[in-house]
Every structure is written in structure tokens, then in C-alpha cells.
Nanobody, 124 residues
Framework: QASLVESGGGLVQPGGSLRLSCAAS????????MGWFRQSPGKEREFVAT????????LVADSLVGRFSISRDRFKSVLYLEMNNVQPEDTAVYYC?????????????????WGQGTQVTVSS
């Protein structure tokens, strides 16, 4: 069964940077829309960013534009989330996800493949 595995989480100081990675076990993910979501304790899982399955088009949550960016290495089937100038409110478990389609979507319900998540903690 195809899987997604996140890595790169950890403890980072406010104002610092972090890059999360998501490795897909199946080459079929190369043509699927993929995204990053995050979930803090007591809160619903929320959209962070998504990338098209067929182009370099991306969408980032309005509140994160300018600090977060999403990219992918199609050859290696790896998805990335670049996080800059992180703040304590960015503390969450970050999840990688993939749709069974090529079009980008922001909704959690549109994604059918999920990784196990990686914890990001922003604290001094």
C-alpha cells in the first residue's frame, strides 16, 4: 500500500526556519495534487499549502503567505514545506497528504492519503 512519510520536524526558536519533507513510496504520487496540513491540540486540522499534480502551481494559506512555501521533487517523489520566521502559533503536528486527483484543493476532506505527521514546536 502506498504511503507518505514526513520528516524534518523538531524544536525551533521563534524567527527560525525549518524544512519538512514528505517521501512518497509510490511513483503514482508524482502526478497527484499534494498538500500540507497542521493540527494543534484542541483545534481542527487546517490547510497550510497545496501543489498541483501537473504543474508548478501552488496555493498557501492566506495567513502564511510570505513565510511558508511548498515545493516538490517529482523525480524523487518528495514533497517539501519551507517554513521561515516561524512563530509559537506555528506549533502543531504537520501532515502531508495527497489527493486522488491532479487539481489543488484546500479542504481536508479532498485528501485521501495521509502521513503519520511530524511535530513542530516553536519555542525559545
Amino acid at each position: 500500500q502506498a504511503s507518505l512519510v514526513e520528516s524534518g520536524g523538531g524544536l525551533v526558536q521563534p524567527g527560525g526556519s525549518l524544512r519538512l519533507s514528505c517521501a512518497a513510496s509510490d511513483q503514482s504520487f508524482r502526478s497527484l495534487a499534494m498538500g500540507w496540513f497542521r493540527q494543534s491540540p484542541g483545534k481542527e486540522r487546517e490547510f497550510v499549502a497545496t501543489i498541483s499534480g501537473v504543474s508548478s502551481a501552488t496555493l498557501v494559506a492566506d495567513s502564511l503567505v510570505g513565510r511558508f512555501s511548498i515545493s516538490r521533487d517529482r523525480f524523487k517523489s518528495v514533497l517539501y514545506l519551507e517554513m521561515n520566521n516561524v512563530q509559537p502559533e506555528d506549533t502543531a503536528v504537520y501532515y502531508c497528504a495527497a489527493r486522488n486527483a491532479r487539481v489543488m484543493k484546500r479542504s481536508v476532506s479532498e485528501y485521501v492519503h495521509w502521513g503519520q505527521g511530524t511535530q513542530v514546536t516553536v519555542s525559545s
